[in-house]
């Protein structure tokens, strides 16, 4: 008697999944806002806002699934706020302990409203954006609806009291075609708000202007994500905004890269067979990327170069060692009571260090290196010995004075 009455409160509670076709596809998308990774310096903190919101679209697709449809909408319609919250705290960083503290004034209607009466950024793309941003506005009282259960396709007890089967189904479709299409207008509502805090993951897109970049931690949006969730009329439309054209204005005024210096730059690769392309813009390279260059040169047999122990290059020489370990520390416990040279390392390679400036970089070869390859290493040390310790000082200097 009891187990049938604990049988029917199972029964009389329980909450109905609802199949999401393509459920794994929308979360592999998110990875187009995951990966735009923001690294205008000032604005980083708002890489975890866009990580929050789309965490929430990702919540909101396992609920939805799970039957918890109305928790599902509110999770949607909140990560469109939390990416208007980062907007409004990136243009008033001093109100960030504020908000920290919990204080009141940071409801998401009040900072969208000073977002489109103050900031130009904003203020510019909703206007020429402005047939995306009323849809955004649109999906969102459609997700009101769910949350606020206005109307009994809302209810959960109407699933439980609808006994036809086709009735049934029908009110199951209509919610699933909701929760879609506001799910992929969130997705790209929240990667256009992305867009406001710099163009990059529109303009890399650009192959002509990706290939004058430095080495960014931003990567571009695919086309067909656009194509998908935001539209190519609304990014045309981003294309005529101040912020846009100022940035592309800028990237076309750098050089070029071939492929070579391309794969180096962005990839940390050193291809030994362009060596001659590579010279031809070795002006494009980093402190770095030039020391791992001229270091690879030196042997066929280097695999790979971590320079200072944390920045790793990789050859054309495949290496014989197929791990991989990066840290300063983790190497400097190598070398304790070693000499410098030819120390034996994991899958039969060899390491070697060289010091540049005040700090120590390492070589990986297959082979150990000869006397006249260690000879030239020692050359290409000292050759940027004083370069490096004026690039510490530099940059030290920098960050003095951006953290003052």
């Known amino acids: 008697m009891d187990e049938d009455k604990w049988l029917l409160k199972d029964i009389r509670w329980s909450v109905r999944p609802i199949h999401l076709p393509d459920s794994e596809e929308y979360l592999y998308d998110l990875e187009n806002i995951s990966m735009a990774t923001v690294g205008v310096l000032g604005s980083l903190e708002s890489n975890r806002f866009f990580e929050e919101a789309i965490q929430m679209i990702a919540n909101s697709i396992q609920m939805f699934q799970q039957g918890y449809f109305d928790a599902a909408f509110y999770s949607l319609r909140q990560s469109i706020e939390t990416s208007i919250g980062t907007l409004y705290l990136t243009a008033n960083p001093d109100k960030m302990q504020a908000w920290?503290?919990?204080?009141?004034?940071?409801?998401?209607g009040k900072m969208a409203k000073y977002l489109r009466a103050n900031e130009p950024v904003f203020m510019d793309m909703a206007s020429k954006m402005q047939p995306f941003f009323d849809k955004v506005r649109e999906v969102q009282q459609d997700s009101n609806k769910y949350v606020h259960k206005q109307g009994y396709k809302t209810f959960y007890v109407t699933k439980r009291i609808t006994y036809s089967d086709d009735r049934l189904k029908k009110v199951?479709?209509?919610?699933?075609?909701?929760?879609?299409q506001i799910l992929k207008v969130a997705i790209g509502a929240v990667a256009v708000y992305r867009l406001a805090i710099d163009p990059l993951p529109v303009l890399l897109m650009d192959?002509?202007?990706?290939?004058?970049?430095?080495?960014?931690?931003?990567e571009p949006y695919s086309q067909d994500f656009v194509d998908k969730y935001i539209g190519q009329d609304a990014i045309d439309s981003y294309k005529r905004t101040d912020l846009y054209l100022s940035h592309k204005e800028f990237f076309l005024q750098n050089e070029k890269q071939?492929?070579?210096i391309y794969m180096l730059i962005h990839y940390q690769i050193v291809d030994r067979k362009h060596k001659e392309l590579i010279m031809e813009q070795i002006h494009l390279l980093?402190?770095?990327?030039?020391?791992?260059?001229f270091y690879a040169v030196m042997s066929p047999n280097i695999s790979r170069v971590f320079i200072e122990g944390v920045f790793s290059y990789t050859t054309d020489t495949k290496p014989k060692n197929t791990s991989m370990t990066i840290g300063e520390s983790y190497y400097a416990g190598i070398f304790?009571?070693?000499p410098d040279y030819n120390v034996q390392f994991d899958g039969g390679s060899f390491i070697s260090r060289f010091k540049v400036g005040d700090e120590f970089s390492y070589v990986e070869s297959n082979e150990p290196l000869s006397e006249s390859e260690i000879s030239g290493l020692c050359i290409v040390s000292e050759m940027f010995y004083e370069v490096a310790q004026k690039y510490a000082a530099d940059l030290d200097e920098f960050l003095k004075k951006f953290q003052s």
């Open 100 to 108: 920290n503290k919990l204080e009141p004034g940071f409801e998401s």
């Open 172 to 180: 199951y479709d209509r919610i699933q075609d909701d929760f879609v």
């Open 207 to 218: 192959e002509d202007i990706r290939l004058r970049t430095g080495d960014l931690l931003t």
């Open 258 to 260: 071939n492929d070579a």
């Open 286 to 293: 980093s402190l770095h990327d030039r020391i791992a260059f």
């Open 336 to 338: 304790e009571n070693q």
